[in-house]
């Protein structure tokens, strides 16, 4: 459900509220394009961390970085010469 106003937390959410995790891989990958993004635009971790993602630890930025690094790590590279 999304909503066109913002509402305090403990609005929407109060004590009996049955919270249902939206986690999925899908999430996870799209999070981590999103990161991926995020630096390459030169954007700190720490910025990373505060403005987009407070949920996120720096320990959780790297390793989405070594997660892009061991991707391509195993590629292939195949050069043509001219």
């Given at each position: 459900?999304q909503?066109?106003?913002?509402?305090?937390?403990e609005?929407?959410?109060?004590?009996?509220y049955p919270?249902y995790?939206?986690?999925s891989?899908?999430?996870?990958a799209?999070?981590?394009?999103?990161?991926?993004?995020?630096i390459?635009?030169?954007?700190?971790?720490?910025?990373i961390?505060d403005?987009?993602?407070?949920?996120?630890?720096?320990?959780?930025?790297?390793?989405?970085?070594?997660?892009?690094?061991?991707?391509?790590?195993?590629?292939?590279?195949?050069?043509?010469?001219?």
């Open positions: 459900m909503i066109l106003e913002t509402v305090p937390p609005v929407l959410f109060c004590d009996d919270y995790s939206s986690f891989p899908a999430l996870l799209h999070s981590r394009e999103n990161v991926l993004e995020l390459q635009e030169g954007i700190t971790f720490d910025e961390v403005k987009y993602y407070p949920d996120l630890e720096i320990e959780d930025i790297k390793a989405c970085v070594k997660y892009a690094t061991d991707l391509v790590k195993q590629e292939e590279v195949h050069l043509s010469v001219a």
